[in-house]
């Protein structure tokens, strides 16, 4: 399906579910984004969780966020349990205008849902030729990933985000879960019936498993490079969670969501900008020019298959799969939208 298409579709369902129509645009356009980038793991298999999240409670797809701390440079925005695109979006924002004002931003996010993408919202800031980073903490009230040498739930997926702007080049842009892969991909195999790698999961005895159920039946996420993504997913809980105030899943304190810290460093402030983008651009043709190992046609820059696959999916479309779609087209039904069939 044609990636306008899908956000219009996408779009209608939270219409109906209560979102002001520009709330439903900026969130089916970040979900379908992902898509379109590769990472159906934050695209439109997430408009279930949402919905689900809106019937509850846990989501007011009305709100709108508000700065609740100002202080020069730093900043806290409260999303007031809205759409946490929506409110990503606006935080980054008003991180990139105090960045270009003092030189350097911390923007802390709290109560608002399900972020998305987070290297959508750093990838903002470097195209406005600014250095972001972003540390995401939540998961609800108890975490989804065991730390390391763990056997029990209670941290959560956790990703780090960076963009980083280069001449000649879209930004180089560093998104990934400190856990070894992003929840939403296990969804993704278990709504196409797939089984999945050893070393994602542990099921609920604490038992190694390629079954994406054993996740959703009391099981945990394991977390990334053991030690390493262990120590990293414990700097975002205190950036994300206990720094902003957001709270951690770990200590039970938080609702079901996300809590954010953007960084965002105006480049021109540190050096001529001219010069920096020659130094970066300099180092990106140096990390291009080495030559491939066996099995590998080139050296790729963070951030440049997600371009490729974007240029192939706006030109060939976006593949739903059938459990995916299924789900929507259920979802339009209670909303009492019409859905069109899936293509073939």
């Given at each position: ?128 030729e600014a250095i972001a980073l972003a540390f ?20 959560g997926t956790n990703p780090i985000a960076a ?182």
């Amino acid at each position: 399906m044609q990636p306008d298409r899908l956000i219009d579709l996408v779009g209608r369902i939270f219409v109906a579910a209560g979102a002001p129509p520009d709330a439903a645009q900026t969130v089916a356009a970040s979900l379908v984004a992902s898509d379109l980038v590769g990472h159906e793991s934050h695209g439109v298999v997430r408009v279930r969780q949402y919905l689900d999240a809106i019937r509850r409670g846990d989501l007011d797809p009305t709100a709108r966020p508000q700065i609740v701390h100002s202080d020069k440079g730093v900043l806290t925005v409260d999303a007031q349990r809205g759409f946490g695109q929506v409110a990503a979006r606006y935080t980054i924002e008003q991180g990139i205008a105090r960045a270009r004002a003092h030189g350097l931003a911390a923007a802390g996010l709290i109560h608002c849902g399900h972020v998305g993408r987070l290297g959508e919202w750093v990838q903002l800031a470097a195209e406005q030729e600014a250095i972001a980073l972003a540390f995401c903490n939540g998961g609800g009230v108890r975490g989804i990933v065991t730390p390391y040498g763990g056997a029990a739930r209670l941290l959560g997926t956790n990703p780090i985000a960076a963009a980083i702007p280069v001449a000649g080049r879209a930004p180089i842009v560093l998104d990934f879960a400190t856990s070894a892969v992003a929840e939403g991909k296990v969804r993704v195999a278990r709504n196409r019936g797939k089984s999945i790698p050893q070393g994602w999961v542990l099921d609920s005895q604490g038992r190694p498993s390629t079954d994406p159920n054993a996740l959703y039946a009391g099981g945990m996420l394991l977390p990334a490079a053991t030690h390493k993504g262990y120590a990293l997913s414990l700097l975002v809980e205190f950036l994300g969670g206990i720094l902003t105030g957001n709270g951690c899943p770990a200590l039970g304190n938080v609702r079901p969501g996300n809590g954010v810290l953007f960084l965002v460093l105006d480049v021109a402030a540190f050096r001529p900008l001219a010069e920096y983008m020659a130094d970066g651009a300099a180092l990106a043709e140096t990390v291009k020019a080495v030559p491939p190992a066996p099995g590998f046609d080139e050296v790729l820059l963070p951030g440049e298959p997600e371009q490729r696959m974007q240029s192939a999916r706006r030109a060939e479309g976006i593949l739903v799969d059938d459990a995916t779609w299924a789900l929507l087209a259920e979802d339009a039904a209670q909303l009492q939208i019409d859905w069109p069939q899936p293509e073939p």
